[in-house]
C-alpha cells in the first residue's frame, strides 16, 4: 500500500531552536495534514493543506503542500518545553469523501530548557 | 461540547476473552475510525465507516468486529483478544461534504493490555 516517510524519526533541541520535519511519499496526495499528539492524549490537528504550494502557518508553526504534491515540511520556529510531543504527517489520496488518511510513522520532539 | 469520547480509557483482559470498545461522537460526522497505534507502527487503521450500517476493512482488520447501527456510535470488538492487540486504539471522525473533509478529530485513546 501507500506509504509516506516521515523524517526525523526524532529531534531532541534546545528550546528557542527552530525545528524542521518533513514527509514524502511515491504517492501524489491531494491534501496534507499536520497532527500533534501529546502523551496519553489522541492527535490533535495543528495544519490542514489543501493545495499544491500552499504555505499555511499557525502561530509558530508553517506547514507547505509541496509543489509536486508528493511532499509535505512543518517548521516550528523558537521552540519552547509545550512543543513536545510527537509529530504526524497525513495525506489524503482522493478529494472529499474519498480517501482515507496514510500517516507517516511520527516525529517525536523533545525540547530541553 | 463532548466531541468524540471513548471507553474504557485503560482496559487490562486476558487472551481469549472478548473486550469492546466504544466511540461516540456528538458532531454527527458520517466517518468514523478506529485505528490502533504501536511503537515503530504509526497508525495503522483498522475499520472505518461512512454512514450507519456501512462499515469497511481498513488496513489491519483481522481479529476486529465493528458495528454502526446509529450515526453517533462506532464500537470496535474483539472476539477474542490476543497479546498482539495490546496496543493504544484510537477513534476518530470526520465529516463528509464540506472544505475540510480530509480532517480527522480523534478521541483520546483506549489502552488495551492482553495478558
Known amino acids: 500500500g501507500q506509504q509516506l516517510n516521515q523524517s526525523p524519526q526524532s529531534m531532541f533541541i534546545q528550546e528557542g531552536e527552530d525545528v524542521s520535519m518533513n514527509c514524502t511519499s511515491s504517492?501524489?496526495?491531494?491534501?496534507w495534514l499536520w497532527y500533534k499528539q501529546e502523551p496519553g492524549e489522541g492527535p490533535v490537528l495543528l495544519i490542514a493543506?489543501?493545495?499544491?504550494?500552499e504555505l499555511t502557518s499557525n502561530g509558530r508553526l508553517t506547514a507547505q503542500f509541496g509543489i509536486t504534491r508528493k511532499d509535505s515540511f512543518l517548521n516550528i520556529s523558537a521552540s519552547i518545553p509545550s512543543d513536545v510531543g510527537i509529530y504526524f504527517c497525513?495525506?489524503?489520496?482522493?478529494?472529499?469523501?474519498?480517501?482515507?488518511?496514510?500517516f507517516g510513522k511520527g516525529t517525536k520532539l523533545s525540547v530541553k530548557p | 461540547d463532548a466531541g468524540i469520547t471513548q471507553s474504557p480509557r485503560y482496559k487490562i483482559t486476558e487472551t481469549g476473552r472478548q473486550v469492546t470498545l466504544m466511540c461516540h461522537q456528538t458532531w454527527s460526522h458520517s466517518y468514523m475510525f478506529w485505528y490502533r497505534q504501536d511503537l515503530g507502527h504509526g497508525l495503522r487503521l483498522i475499520y472505518y465507516s461512512a454512514a450507519a450500517d456501512i462499515t469497511d476493512k481498513g488496513e489491519v482488520p483481522d481479529g476486529y468486529v465493528v458495528s454502526r447501527s446509529k450515526t453517533e456510535n462506532f464500537p470496535l470488538t474483539l472476539e477474542s483478544a490476543t497479546r498482539s492487540q495490546t496496543s493504544v486504539y484510537f477513534c476518530?471522525?470526520?465529516?463528509?461534504?464540506?472544505?475540510?473533509?480530509?480532517?480527522?478529530?480523534f478521541g483520546e485513546g483506549s489502552r488495551l493490555t492482553v495478558l
Open positions: 497525513a495525506g489524503q489520496l482522493g478529494r472529499g469523501s474519498q480517501g482515507n488518511l496514510i
Open positions: 493543506l489543501y493545495k499544491a504550494g
Open positions: 476518530a471522525s470526520r465529516a463528509l461534504s464540506g472544505v475540510n473533509t480530509g480532517e480527522l478529530f
Open positions: 504517492s501524489i496526495f491531494n491534501t
